[in-house]
């Protein structure tokens, strides 16, 4: 996934993060490809950056594992839009992601603070 | 993705811009930028749409089977750019491919299953060998049945069955002759046969032995087929009056046990059971054959009087057991071992092939690929495309090599087919490979052809675009490509000689069984084969010898008044029926008795009537042909042949020679009236024998006065009825004119087989015949592929070198230079591959040994006809190349630096 520095203060995605936070994003219902970029950003508090653009492949690669369903639709402003909603198979996946990163997290955590003490 | 909910590019590419429509409106909204900068802005934010495209593109792509497709045509189109490559692969691995699985196929089903019977490895053969009187032949005997069953440990399922014997029957077109055997009445439940109709014999029939299973053939032939032919009667006829026998059932076609075709099978009369009988068991679970063959010379010694002191030495085990499917495969084994050595080197050769069409293919592209990879081709695309171009390939390779299969299955099946009816059938066989009925193309064995060849195909395709693809090549493109790189040359040698190898040591086997076989048929047979009719008749069992003699007299008698026939003649038995017979002793004056009897080789007799001679077109050295007026009179004439003249007289000339015919209690004067030139009489390549032509009115003579049984007299003098009719016109158009002869002389005489001798004898090369074609088609493609090698080879050579040869000719070479370069490379790929290749012929050619005749397997005609032959079209075809070479034009070569 492309990932790309624009600023010290945001911090670029890791590999297959991305993927963690579109699922996590769609917990909160249907939504199409441009409210999940903002939903990201505003979620982080804009810390994190998402690259537009490589944001449509990973769609397209969770919609070829079965874990979203996409359809065209309408939104609110009355504009076409394809609709990307979470899967069963996406939810079980988000829950076994999420605890898998947690973990992760949490020891990166303990080894980072072992080494400031 | 499966294609019918993929999702188009267009549609991709229309999100993307939604997601930048939105983004600017957002922009504008939240940030109050004006309509240009907000665009701009949310298109770089985008980062690269195009690229972004491109990947949703290659992602769709990596789901393979969605794109191959269109590599797939890609390939295809890029194949048809040169068609010549193409062609020639496909070719290639259509043959390999082709020729593999069909000659597979067949020894698969011949060698490894020959008998389609339950448990058939473990099906065993209990034997007594003995030695046949003066030949010196090793007979096989049956061994006791009750007594061996009741001893054995290591074998059960005990099935005893007669040898083939033979019995006539009435039908609408005279008498038939059948050939049928006894069985134990649970042979076909052990074998695990079932009847196609009716029932097979069981125990029980033993009690009440007259019933008889049918076999396929015969039902077809007697009862037409009909399919309530259970109950219906069969009356064999003998010399004895028997009670008809009730079909119980038909056996299923290719039926054959234990080797052979039957005709017909009855159970053994439980009041007399079999004595000394053929014998097959089965071992038991465990049992290995030389424990089987341990236990049978114990039994076998027990049961059986020791040989006489005097006997002459056997060179075999006296008691054996033989697994019965050696039986089958014993004569074939050699030689389809030889054919499938033969086409597992073509396989070889094709493969090497098809890695050297590739390899030289992929060096010749190497700008194209390197052209691709620098204006952004991924390396998995072009080694993608070049897997794909790989498969279309093998996948045409494939297709057309399992039509080549099949077409080769039924190839196989017509060479392998001998004609010969009747009693001939007995000598040649129906076919040389058993079972072949049944043979066809195994699916296993061409999915191994073809994954073997497609393997070679996917490894040597890929390895240039592997290799050519890496990011570090692409300054290819820079600076040409005018230097061959030694590697590749190397590699490319050394297949090329490898498959020169192969291929010569395939020619020389090919060249070696061709030469024996030209030599086999053009062999001085002593007789004329063409517009010949053979004739093999068939009386009823209970006639009368008066009878059956004035039924050939009055035969020959019309068939002799024919405009159309020149000579014809009666004998016992005709060509290719070996019956060696011997009664009395020829004694020539100043000669002894003892000193006569003592010679081996002994003449043989052979039973004739006037017009035989002339009719089989045997030369006349000397004197007369045999007349009527030779028998029965104080000295009959004889004719004898050349070799019979040697061993009789000498030197002297033996026309009008007296001879002393000595038997036990009285002696026939005998005077020499002619003498004819030796002839191969059982087969063409068996060396003819000392014999003496009595006419068969003097034979019935001496065997009357020597008191022989009466059907044993008939059997002497009388034999199988075979008549030779030299016609004027095609002998195959005069069949029906001489079918006619025979039903109007005796409506119950049956034609048991009537045959142009030309076809007789084409049936009795039959099987070398067979080798020797297959082994030269596979001889052939395996020549050729190894030429197209070479070919290809030079042909690249030349290619990648056209600046060098064009700086040497702008120096000042001249053209035959140029020509001699390119030549003697040639000229070094050919001395070591067919050098290399005779070698291993030497080592190798000894497993013809036995298919061979008159020749050696170290034959230096062979050796040398092919190593020259093989030399020069190799030399051809680097000629082509070397032309090609001195045609570059400096100016030219130099310029498109």
């Known amino acids: 996934m492309s990932t790309r520095k624009e600023g010290t203060d945001r911090i670029t995605l890791l590999q297959g993060t991305l993927d963690l936070l579109i699922l996590r994003t769609l917990v909160f219902g249907p939504q199409h490809g441009h409210g999940i970029t903002l939903s990201i950003q505003r979620q982080s508090d804009e810390t994190l950056l998402v690259d537009h653009g490589s944001l449509y492949p990973a769609l397209q690669r969770l919609e070829d594992k079965g874990w979203i369903a996409a359809e065209w639709g309408t939104s609110d402003n009355n504009r076409r839009a394809r609709f990307y909603t979470l899967t069963k198979s996406g939810r079980k996946q988000l829950t076994a992601e999420?605890?898998?990163?947690?973990?992760?997290?949490?020891?990166?955590?303990?080894?980072?603070?072992a080494e400031e003490a | 993705m499966w294609p019918w909910h993929r999702r188009s590019d267009e549609d991709f590419a229309e999100e993307m811009h939604?997601?930048?429509?939105?983004?600017?409106?957002?922009?504008?909204?939240?940030?109050?930028?004006?309509?240009?900068?907000?665009?701009?802005?949310?298109?770089?934010?985008?980062?690269?749409?195009?690229?972004?495209?491109?990947?949703?593109?290659?992602?769709?792509?990596?789901?393979?089977?969605?794109?191959?497709?269109?590599?797939?045509?890609?390939?295809?189109?890029?194949?048809?750019?040169?068609?010549?490559?193409?062609?020639?692969?496909?070719?290639?691995?259509?043959?390999?491919?082709?020729?593999?699985?069909?000659?597979?196929?067949?020894?698969?089903?011949?060698?490894?299953?020959?008998?389609?019977?339950?448990?058939?490895?473990?099906?065993?053969?209990?034997v007594e060998n003995d030695v046949l009187g003066l030949t010196g032949r090793v007979v096989q005997r049956g061994v006791h049945y009750q007594e061996w069953r009741a001893r054995t440990t290591t074998l059960t399922d005990f099935i005893a069955v007669s040898q083939s014997i033979p019995a006539l029957v009435a039908t609408e077109d005279g008498t038939k002759r059948l050939w049928g055997a006894r069985i134990?009445?649970?042979?076909?439940?052990?074998?695990?046969?079932?009847?196609?109709?009716?029932?097979?014999?069981?125990?029980?029939?033993?009690?009440?032995?007259?019933?008889?299973?049918?076999?396929?053939?015969?039902?077809?032939?007697?009862?037409?087929?009909?399919?309530?032919?259970?109950?219906?009667?069969?009356?064999?006829?003998?010399?004895?009056?028997?009670?008809?026998?009730?079909?119980?059932?038909?056996?299923?076609?290719?039926?054959?046990?234990?080797?052979?075709?039957?005709?017909?099978y009855r159970p053994f009369d439980s009041s007399r059971p079999p004595v000394q009988i053929p014998v097959v068991a089965r071992l038991r679970d465990g049992v290995s054959l030389s424990a089987a063959k341990d236990e049978a010379n114990a039994i076998g010694t027990a049961i059986r009087p020791a040989r006489p002191g005097n006997a002459p030495p056997l060179p075999v085990p006296r008691f054996d057991?033989?697994?019965?499917?050696?039986?089958?495969?014993?004569?074939?084994?050699?030689?389809?071992?030889?054919?499938?050595?033969?086409?597992?080197?073509?396989?070889?050769?094709?493969?090497?092939?098809?890695?050297?069409?590739?390899?030289?293919?992929?060096?010749?592209?190497?700008?194209?690929?390197?052209?691709?990879a620098a204006i952004g081709a991924s390396r998995s695309r072009i080694i993608r495309q070049a897997l794909?171009?790989?498969?279309?390939?093998?996948?045409?390779?494939?297709?057309?090599?399992?039509?080549?299969?099949?077409?080769?299955?039924?190839?196989?099946?017509?060479?392998?087919?001998?004609?010969?009816?009747?009693?001939?059938?007995?000598?040649?066989?129906?076919?040389?490979?058993?079972?072949?009925?049944?043979?066809?193309?195994?699916?296993?064995?061409?999915?191994?052809?073809?994954?073997?060849?497609?393997?070679?195909?996917?490894?040597?395709?890929l390895l240039p675009a592997v290799r050519l693809s890496q990011p570090r090549l692409t300054h290819t493109i820079g600076s040409r490509t005018r230097t061959v790189r030694p590697g590749d040359a190397r590699v490319q040698s050394v297949l090329v000689v490898s498959q020169l190898v192969m291929a010569t040591v395939l020619l020389v086997a090919a060249g070696l069984l061709i030469n024996s076989f030209v030599r086999l048929t053009t062999v001085e047979k002593g007789y004329d084969a063409s517009n010949v009719l053979a004739l093999q008749l068939v009386f009823p069992g209970d006639y009368a010898t008066v009878r059956k003699t004035e039924a050939i007299e009055e035969l020959l008698r019309r068939a002799r008044s024919h405009p159309n026939v020149e000579a014809a003649g009666?004998?016992?038995?005709?060509?290719?029926?070996?019956?060696?017979?011997?009664?009395?002793?020829?004694?020539?004056?100043?000669?002894?008795?003892?000193?006569?009897?003592?010679?081996?080789?002994?003449?043989?007799?052979?039973?004739?009537?006037?017009?035989?001679?002339?009719?089989?077109?045997?030369?006349?050295?000397?004197?007369?042909?045999?007349?009527?007026?030779?028998?029965?009179?104080?000295?009959?004439?004889?004719?004898?042949n050349r070799r019979a003249a040697t061993l009789l007289f000498?030197?002297?000339?033996?026309?009008?020679?007296?001879?002393?015919?000595?038997?036990?209690?009285?002696?026939?004067?005998?005077?020499?009236?002619?003498?004819?030139?030796?002839?191969?009489?059982?087969?063409?390549?068996?060396?003819?024998?000392?014999?003496?032509?009595?006419?068969?009115?003097q034979l019935l003579d001496v065997v009357q006065r020597l008191k022989l049984p009466v059907p044993q007299?008939?059997?002497?003098?009388?034999?199988?009825?075979?008549?030779?009719?030299?016609?004027?016109?095609?002998?195959?158009?005069?069949?029906?004119?001489?079918?006619?002869?025979?039903?109007?002389?005796?409506?119950?005489?049956?034609?048991?087989?009537?045959?142009?001798?030309?076809?007789?004898?084409?049936?009795?090369?039959?099987?070398?015949?067979?080798?020797?074609?297959?082994?030269?088609?596979?001889?052939?493609?395996?020549?050729?592929?190894?030429?197209?090698?070479?070919?290809?080879?030079?042909?690249?050579?030349?290619?990648?070198?056209?600046?060098?040869?064009?700086?040497?000719?702008?120096?000042?070479?001249?053209?035959?230079?140029?020509?001699?370069?390119?030549?003697?490379?040639?000229?070094l790929l050919a001395c070591t591959g067919i050098a290399l290749g005779l070698m291993g012929a030497v080592a190798g050619s000894r497993v013809l040994q036995g298919m061979l005749f008159g020749i050696t397997p170290l034959d230096r005609t062979t050796f040398l006809g092919v190593s020259i032959l093989f030399g020069l079209v190799t030399l051809c075809a680097s000629y082509l190349p070397a032309r090609r070479a001195t045609t570059v034009n400096p100016v030219v070569a130099l310029r498109t630096e």
């Open chain 2, 388 to 461: 794909a171009e790989c498969l279309v390939l093998a996948g045409a390779g494939g297709a057309l090599g399992a039509l080549l299969a099949s077409g080769g299955v039924l190839l196989v099946k017509y060479l392998a087919a001998v004609e010969a009816p009747g009693i001939f059938q007995l000598m040649f066989g129906s076919t040389i490979l058993p079972r072949g009925h049944e043979v066809g193309v195994d699916p296993s064995v061409f999915g191994i052809a073809f994954g073997v060849a497609a393997a070679a195909c996917v490894a040597f395709g």
């Open chain 2, 650 to 697: 000498g030197n002297r000339s033996p026309v009008g020679e007296f001879v002393d015919w000595q038997f036990d209690k009285f002696l026939i004067q005998a005077r020499v009236v002619g003498v004819v030139e030796e002839l191969r009489n059982e087969s063409l390549d068996q060396e003819p024998f000392p014999e003496v032509f009595v006419h068969y009115r």
């Open chain 2, 713 to 827: 007299q008939d059997q002497t003098a009388l034999g199988l009825l075979s008549f030779a009719v030299r016609t004027r016109t095609d002998p195959d158009s005069m069949r029906p004119v001489l079918a006619q002869i025979v039903r109007s002389v005796d409506a119950n005489a049956g034609i048991d087989a009537i045959i142009p001798l030309q076809r007789l004898v084409a049936s009795s090369v039959a099987r070398q015949r067979f080798y020797a074609v297959l082994l030269a088609v596979f001889a052939a493609i395996a020549g050729i592929l190894a030429i197209v090698g070479v070919y290809g080879v030079l042909a690249y050579t030349v290619a990648q070198r056209t600046q060098e040869i064009g700086i040497r000719m702008a120096l000042g070479a001249q053209p035959q230079q140029v020509l001699g370069l390119v030549i003697r490379r040639g000229l």
């Open chain 2, 18 to 126: 939604e997601h930048i429509r939105r983004e600017t409106k957002r922009l504008g909204d939240d940030e109050g930028l004006n309509f240009v900068d907000a665009r701009a802005k949310a298109i770089r934010a985008f980062g690269n749409v195009t690229a972004t495209r491109e990947r949703f593109y290659e992602s769709r792509r990596l789901l393979w089977f969605d794109d191959l497709r269109r590599d797939l045509s890609y390939a295809v189109r890029a194949l048809r750019r040169s068609p010549g490559f193409a062609v020639t692969a496909v070719l290639t691995l259509a043959l390999g491919i082709g020729a593999t699985t069909a000659i597979y196929s067949v020894v698969d089903t011949i060698l490894l299953e020959p008998l389609p019977f339950a448990e058939a490895d473990r099906l065993v053969r209990v």
């Open chain 1, 98 to 113: 999420t605890q898998q990163w947690k973990r992760l997290a949490s020891a990166i955590g303990r080894i980072l603070g």
């Open chain 2, 570 to 640: 009666f004998s016992r038995a005709g060509v290719f029926i070996g019956e060696e017979i011997t009664y009395g002793t020829f004694v020539p004056r100043g000669r002894t008795l003892e000193e006569m009897r003592a010679n081996p080789d002994r003449p043989r007799l052979r039973s004739v009537t006037e017009g035989f001679l002339p009719a089989m077109g045997i030369p006349f050295i000397a004197g007369r042909d045999i007349t009527a007026a030779d028998s029965g009179s104080a000295s009959p004439g004889l004719v004898i």
């Open chain 2, 184 to 264: 134990s009445g649970h042979a076909f439940a052990v074998l695990g046969v079932n009847a196609m109709l009716g029932r097979t014999l069981q125990p029980d029939d033993e009690r009440d032995p007259h019933v008889v299973a049918l076999g396929f053939e015969a039902w077809r032939r007697l009862f037409r087929s009909d399919p309530k032919v259970v109950g219906r009667h069969l009356e064999l006829r003998g010399n004895v009056p028997q009670p008809p026998l009730t079909v119980v059932g038909v056996l299923p076609p290719g039926f054959e046990f234990p080797t052979g075709p039957m005709d017909y």
């Open chain 2, 321 to 372: 057991v033989q697994p019965l499917k050696d039986e089958v495969v014993k004569e074939l084994r050699p030689a389809l071992r030889v054919l499938l050595a033969a086409v597992v080197v073509v396989l070889v050769i094709v493969c090497v092939n098809v890695a050297n069409l590739l390899l030289v293919r992929g060096t010749a592209r190497r700008r194209e690929i390197a052209v691709r």
